[in-house]
T-cell receptor, first 114, second 114 residues
Framework: DADVTQTPRNRITKTGKRIMLECSQT?????MYWYRQDPGLGLRLIYY???????NKGEISDGYSVSRQAQAKFSLSLESAIPNQTALYFC?????????????FGPGTRLTVL | AQSVTQLDSQVPVFEEAPVELRCNYS??????LFWYVQYPNQGLQLLLK??????LVESINGFEAEFNKSQTSFHLRKPSVHISDTAECFC????????????FGTGTRLQVFP
């Protein structure tokens, strides 16, 4: 079984709809991240959480919100989706005890906003 | 603030030929350097990392990268590529004091042809 899972893997939605992307991990890591990947732009950090009570904005948080329901779960929401949020979204985790900060990625969610 | 530049968006190469993917970074503080690889329809996975010590680091599948502080580079090389090496490759940097904050380059598509 995968250590970092994301649901759904693919989603097509319409402008203005509310969308939630979910991430779960079995690695026991306390730190979790949401990135989006766009062609030619690489990965950009949306939000990150160092524990259940710690949520931080990343480089491109506008239009997104997150919820850390438990150590193992970190959800990303688009309250009112717009077409330029069409992208590949990745969840990642890391362990506080790893001072080098290696991150482990989920398989990604491909979101299309029409 | 750190930044990462991957000058080549695509690198086409024939099987068994050598390859180099270029990565340059900018930072005013000490950094850790990483290469992540994304195989088709998969999430990112760590290929290799430079933390300290020997400037030449190697992966288990034959890739190597050399940290060059004077040129602020961390180029990825392989002497003989295989079809299965086809992937999107991302160079990333983090501050030693903020190891969890990864800054990614825009990615290089390594396409190996038979």
């Amino acid at each position: 079984d995968a250590d970092v899972t994301q649901t759904p893997r693919n989603r097509i939605t319409k402008t203005g709809k509310r969308i939630m992307l979910e991430c779960s991990q079995t690695k026991g890591h306390d730190r979790m991240y949401w990135y989006r990947q766009d062609p030619g732009l690489g990965l950009r950090l949306i939000y990150y959480s160092f524990d259940v009570k710690d949520i931080n904005k990343g480089e491109i948080s506008d239009g997104y919100s997150v919820s850390r329901q438990a150590q193992a779960k970190f959800s990303l929401s688009l309250e009112s989706a717009i077409p330029n949020q069409t992208a590949l979204y990745f969840c990642a985790t890391s362990d506080t005890s790893d001072r080098f900060g290696e991150q482990f990625f989920g398989p990604g969610t491909r979101l299309t906003v029409l | 603030a750190q930044s990462v530049t991957q000058l080549d968006s695509q690198v086409p190469v024939f099987e068994e030929a050598p390859v180099e993917l270029r990565c340059n970074y900018s930072s005013s503080v000490s950094v850790y350097l990483f290469w992540y690889v994304q195989y088709p329809n998969q999430g990112l996975q760590l290929l290799l990392k430079y933390l300290s010590g020997s400037t030449l680091v190697e992966s288990i599948n034959g890739f190597e990268a050399e940290f060059n502080k004077s040129q602020t580079s961390f180029h990825l090389r392989k002497p003989s590529v295989h079809i299965s090496d086809t992937a999107e490759c991302f160079c990333a940097v983090s501050e030693v004091s903020l190891a969890d904050k990864l800054i990614f380059g825009t990615g290089t598509r390594l396409q190996v042809f038979p």
